[in-house]
């Protein structure tokens, strides 16, 4: 049936020998072409997929903010770190900015600049207690809940820690309603400072 | 001089077969009615034509690098010699070429030309809009400025907005969790490589099509063409194109030619007055003080991002956009056959004028984007001198109050001031005091409220000078709509004058 197609059957001169030798060379022909493809095409589309699959989450990590003492209570400042994870080329954009509320001694709520509708950066207004949005004009509370506007949450939050007097950022992710910037508790590596590892501000032990 | 010319190209001519290949495609005969409505397809393949050659050019200087290419853009506008020319060039060639596609695509459409046998020609001429909507998405990005960056990120949030699949589409899209050099250096990639490729082979594959398939004649009543039946049609096109069809070159050619000429010197007039788009800040996240706006094929879909309700929006993303695409496709395969004109076909008609209406004034909405709060407006506006005349020391505490709350981020003062809000000016032939106290704390859907940020005092002196600006000769409003009686005579009386 499969050599009908075939135009060496089709030639009047083709013994029916001859034939069934080509039609047999044409599927090694086949096969070796199928799986040398494979074998190219695997490691092209590994590399272009690859930052679909990574695990991101694993290179996440903490980031110094500096002295919590920069950050006065019951006020909202800007902080900006460099982003862990990056290439060689990121440049500038690679520094990162994001609010610090100190909300008392002990307690802040680190939020992430995009908001929470399509990720442009908000605005904090000291006056008013609220954080505007200058592309759709989405508004949020002091504790980053929504106020108002076409975002659907209110922001997104940072994991943080206060260790030896320093404010830890866990950073290195741009957050949208699929990845809303926390970490699972399990995925989350501690922080190591000589040796000892620290997760929400306490000792833990590291693997 | 001129026949040893001749024997070379003879000689050329014998040795390649050229005007053997070339021959039929620009001698095909095409309907003799076939005029000043066919020029806007030609005209968008210029504009690509030019979007390679300055692109190439461009690629001469411009770093696809994260860290560089801005710093590349400022050498091309400032130091390299014509650079700043040729990226106005580039930049207003693809507004162009989006524009005219956009023609094209409505003349083929109001046209009827899409029906029956063209349908796959359609379809080659939609995927061409997506790819070269594609182009100017990732071009803009190309500029990596702050524009660009935060343009990367709304894609990216979209992106986020698909379940399940989401995350890992921003991933991919990005090259990593994070906007950074990588995703420069994907989106230059597509911009490059992928789509222009993929750009020529479909450009390839249309014009292929438009050879098979002959051009359609503009529809006329009672003339040829004017029905599609599957039966008939081919076998008396082919007879009409015979009979009455005239060579494409040089006879629908000359049009497009002097079509073509004029919108490229429109195009050089425009560049050289205009220059280069962008680029708008540097692409640092840090730089927070930026106003991020697409390019202009986009602002539509700006603007419906920040007028639809939160609920509906998911829909939007995932379901209608989908659905409006498969649609588009499916047009030739909804209505294949029937008449092509568009007289006689008022859905056809009507869905363009509302479809342009509507892209129209989307976009216009995008540019002046009413809902975004003008975040200097409480800084940059003084309150106008009327608003505190003759106020008593509670009403002006409140004015005090109004603009230190940044009240005027979003509304406006006799038309100062944000406009996301309702100007505040005439608030009280609208609402009675006790609403207005109510608005202030309580906001809605669309406003914060205050409560927590005011204190009693400052919100009863605010309710007191929100309560006094009221228009001479109306009454504050003592329950809900109590003045629109009044209201509407003063616009009568305006109206009048
Ligand atoms: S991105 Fe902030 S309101 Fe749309």
Known sequence: MSDQHDPASESATATPAKGNRRNFMFKIGAGLVGIGGLLVAAPILGYVFAPAFSNWEKRRSWIDLGGVKQFPVGETVLAIYKNPIFGPTAGEANEIPCWVRRKSETEFQIFYINCAHLGCPVHWFEESKLFMCPCHGGVYYEDGSRASGPPPRGLFEYDWQVVRDKLYVYGGELPNLQIPGKTPKDDITPLTIDGVGYLGGKEVKTS | ?497
């Open chain 2, 1 to 497: 001089m001129m026949s040893s010319i001749k024997t070379a190209w003879t000689w050329i001519d014998d040795r390649t077969g050229i005007m053997q290949m070339l021959g039929p495609p620009l001698k095909h005969h095409v309907p003799r009615n076939a005029k000043w409505w066919y020029v806007f397809g030609s005209c968008t393949l210029l504009f690509f034509t030019i979007q390679v050659v300055t692109g190439i050019c461009l690629a001469l200087v411009y770093a696809p690098s994260g860290d560089s290419a801005y710093d590349s853009l400022l050498y091309l506008d400032y130091v390299v010699p014509g650079g700043w020319m040729l990226r106005a060039i580039h930049a207003w060639s693809s507004n162009a070429m989006v524009f005219m596609m956009l023609v094209h695509m409505t003349q083929v459409f109001l046209h009827g030309a899409f029906k029956f046998p063209r349908e796959m020609t359609w379809i080659f001429g939609v995927a061409l809009m997506l790819t070269t909507l594609a182009l100017a998405f990732t071009g803009q990005v190309m500029r990596w400025d702050s524009d660009a960056y935060w343009g990367v990120g709304i894609g990216a949030s979209m992106m986020g907005r698909i379940p399940f699949i989401g995350g890992w589409l921003t991933h991919l899209i990005l090259g990593g969790p994070i906007i950074g050099g990588d995703t420069l250096s994907r989106f230059f990639s597509l911009h490059v490589f992928i789509l222009p490729g993929a750009m020529i082979g479909l450009i390839g594959g249309h014009l292929m099509l438009v050879l098979r398939h002959g051009i359609s004649e503009e529809p006329k009543k009672g003339g040829p063409g004017e029905f599609v039946d599957k039966a008939t049609y081919r076998a008396a096109y082919k007879e009409r194109m015979k009979k009455h069809g005239v060579p494409f070159f040089p006879d629908a050619a000359q049009r497009d030619m002097v079509f073509c000429g004029i919108m490229l010197i429109v195009l050089v007039v425009v560049a050289a007055w205009y220059g280069p788009i962008g680029p708008s800040p540097r692409p640092d996240p840090a730089n927070i003080l930026v106003n991020p706006r697409p390019d202009f094929p986009f602002l539509w879909i700006f603007a419906i991002l920040a007028l639809l309700t939160p609920t509906i929006e998911d829909y939007l993303i995932i379901v209608a956009a989908p659905v409006v695409l498969m649609v588009l496709f499916l047009v030739p395969f909804l209505a294949g056959t029937g008449s092509r004109l568009a007289s006689s076909r008022p859905i056809a008609s009507l869905s363009v004028v509302l479809l342009i209406t509507g892209l129209l004034v989307l976009s216009w909405l995008g540019v002046t984007s009413p809902w975004s709060p003008h975040m200097s407006a409480w800084t940059s506006d003084a309150v106008p001198p009327v608003f505190v005349k003759g106020r008593t020391p509670l009403q002006l505490q409140g004015a005090l109050v109004l603009q230190h709350s940044q009240c005027r981020n979003c509304h406006s003062l006799d038309g100062l001031g944000g406009k996301r809000g309702p100007e505040l000016g005439d608030v009280a032939s609208r609402l009675s005091r006790d609403q207005i106290i109510r608005q202030v704390q309580q906001g809605d859907g669309n406003m914060p409220a205050f409560g927590k940020n005011l204190t009693a005092a400052e919100t009863d002196a605010l309710a007191a000078f929100l309560y006094s600006c009221h228009p001479p000769g109306v009454q504050p409003a003592t329950r809900p709509g109590a003045q629109i009686k009044q209201l509407i005579e003063l616009d009568k009386a305006r109206a009048n004058n």
